[in-house]
Antibody
């Protein structure tokens, strides 16, 4: 069974850091690009970042560039998102998602982990 | 960055009726468009990619059309399970971008 399970969410103060993880199973993780997508309360989906299958290329949304770092450990089948200098408006659910082979959209999603940025 | 504009924001439809959702982009993306269904508390689900290709297991009542800058998702006969928020997303270039979503609600 193909599965993505996010973890690491919680309550964090503005300006602090948090690291999210996404554990993958049921497929050959090292073959796939992986994304992070977030959703603020009452808002739509916002793409955050992607890392290609071997970790050599990464792309970010302008809103998180220089503050967030996406990474992966293919030996552990795990995706990460290191978030620094978090802001209050970044509260929301963070999803990891698998990019389909051939780059035709995100075909597998996790259930999400909730991040609350609040003092 | 490619800007995605979905309309309407909310669509009120009775079960069994047809629903048509629109997605426009500010520059051509060929057919590099996906549609997702998202229900509260659940993971988003890929419905359509290549603008018109249903993902595995997606019922035939979902169909996608369009290319270039104008796209549509049609649900031919709405079932209770179809009431959700639908997003279009382009994968033509980085950064990836989503539309703001269309909520399909029961009339």
């Amino acid at each position: 069974q193909v599965l993505l399970v996010e973890s690491g969410g919680g309550v964090v103060q503005p300006g602090r850091s948090l690291r999210l993880s996404c554990a993958a199973s049921g497929f050959t993780f090292s073959n796939y690009a992986m994304h992070w997508v977030r959703q603020a309360p009452g808002k739509g989906l916002e793409w955050v970042a992607v890392i290609l299958y071997d970790g050599n290329k990464k792309f970010y949304a302008d809103s998180v560039k220089s503050r967030f770092t996406i990474s992966r450990d293919n030996s552990k089948n795990t995706l990460y998102l290191e978030m620094d200098s978090l802001r209050g408006d970044e509260t929301g659910v963070f999803y990891c998602a698998r990019e389909s082979l051939g780059y035709f959209g995100m075909d597998v999603w996790g259930q999400g982990t909730t991040v609350t940025v609040s003092s | 960055e490619i800007v995605m504009t979905q309309s309407p924001a909310t669509l009120s439809v009775s079960p069994g009726e047809r629903a048509t959702l629109s997605c426009r982009t500010n520059q051509s993306i060929s057919s590099n468009l996906a549609w997702y269904q998202h229900k509260p508390g659940q993971a988003p689900k890929l419905l359509i990619n290549g603008a018109s290709t249903r993902a595995t297991g997606v019922p035939a009542r979902f169909s996608g059309s369009g290319s270039g800058t104008e796209f549509a998702l049609t649900i031919s006969s709405l079932q209770s399970a179809d009431f959700a928020v639908y997003y279009c997303q382009q994968y033509n270039s980085w950064p990836r971008t989503f539309g703001q979503g269309t909520k399909v609600e029961i009339k």
